[in-house]
């Protein structure tokens, strides 16, 4: 069986998973994207892998859980390969519990997520007790600890897979001519190209800002407190955001919005205040009218595919989205989501 030729246009999370997918399935890989790997979005810090809530289960739901699940054995298979750090680890995360109806509800939450989750990870409630290194103040004493919840450096993340799709015979190139079929995976701008086309909005560019501290936490879980995720990383940094802004004048600076976030983190764990600020981070992330992932048929290039709408749930999603457009690319077999179709935001 001769080998198929596989052109991915965008070295963001998307491009990149799909990529290393096809090139495991026997495929010649070409990247290319001008701005190189992790340009755009995917060169974030903040890096959350959370998972919705365990009830009112749809197929979105199901995607996202199935990807989350299958992220730690993604990674352990291209770490040999790229020689770095990955950054990847399902370390969990911590939310204070309000009041007795939070407490309520995130017992029957536990319930569901034993039948939901099907023992491959938990919801629980829990004491501060079950944790070292500090936490937000809980006016129960009581938080939700979840298990499924996993963290990434997103531009690391994208580092490390480039490496390994290089190192395992894939190129990387700033320019060049698309060979075989082609994948689009070039975030903001293929949404603001497709709106431009069909005259309505098919998908929009949303801001985020994200601060990076100097502060060990690594070997504690994810904290979700006061609306802001704050995420230890590898390297003993914390990673705290972000912003939504839907409306915005400069797309990659930094403003008193990202105070008005790192405030809220520092009034959750005050241990945090202090810590020094390492980097300032914005960047525009891709957020398709369907509000979920945009795969499947390009709507505009005859036999091209795109990969699109990771928005703030991308690098979660990224293990499943390459999982089903490998298959819709190399064998023709289509399994994605009619929700995640193009034809759900046109």
Not at 242 to 253: C, M, V, Y
Request: with cysteine.
């Amino acid at each position: 069986m001769a080998r198929m030729d596989i052109t991915v246009r965008g070295a963001g999370i998307f491009g990149l998973s799909v990529a290393w997918a096809c090139l495991e399935r026997g495929a010649r890989v070409r990247v290319i994207d001008p701005n190189g790997v992790g340009g755009g979005a995917s060169g974030g810090i903040v890096g959350a892998l959370a998972p919705h809530v365990p009830e009112n289960w749809n197929e979105k739901k199901e995607f996202q859980f199935q990807s989350l699940i299958g992220a730690e054995a993604f990674w352990n298979n291209v770490a040999p390969w790229a020689g770095v750090e990955t950054s990847y680890a399902r370390t969990g995360r911590v939310q204070p519990l309000a009041d007795d109806r939070a407490v309520e509800l995130a017992q029957a939450r536990a319930k569901s997520a034993e039948a939901l989750w099907r023992g491959e990870a938990e919801w629980r409630v829990v004491t501060a007790e079950a944790f070292a290194g500090p936490l937000p103040e809980s006016p129960t004493g009581l938080y939700v600890h979840d298990t499924l919840t996993a963290r990434m450096f997103p531009r690391q993340a994208c580092k490390a897979l480039a490496a390994a799709i290089v190192a395992r015979g894939g190129e990387l190139a700033l320019a060049g001519e698309d060979v075989g079929q082609t994948v689009w995976a070039t975030g903001v701008h293929d949404l603001l190209q497709l709106s431009e086309h069909f005259g309505k909005p098919v998908g929009n560019a949303v801001k985020g800002q994200g601060a990076l501290l100097a502060y060990d936490m690594r070997e504690g879980p994810q904290i979700f407190a006061n609306t802001v995720h704050m995420v230890p990383h590898w390297n003993g940094t914390v990673a705290i955001g972000s912003t939504s802004e839907r409306e915005f004048t400069e797309a990659g600076s930094t403003d008193a919005q990202l105070d008005v976030v790192l405030e809220k983190a520092y009034a959750a764990v005050p241990a945090l205040r202090g810590a020094q600020v390492v980097e300032r981070w914005a960047g525009l992330r891709p957020r398709a009218k369907s509000r979920a992932p945009m795969l499947g048929r390009h709507p505009l290039y005859e036999g091209a595919f795109i990969a699109n709408g990771g928005f703030k749930i991308g690098f979660g999603m990224a293990v499943k989205v390459s999982e089903v457009m490998a298959s819709l690319v190399l064998d023709g077999v289509d399994t994605v989501p009619a929700e995640f179709t193009p034809e759900a935001s046109l």
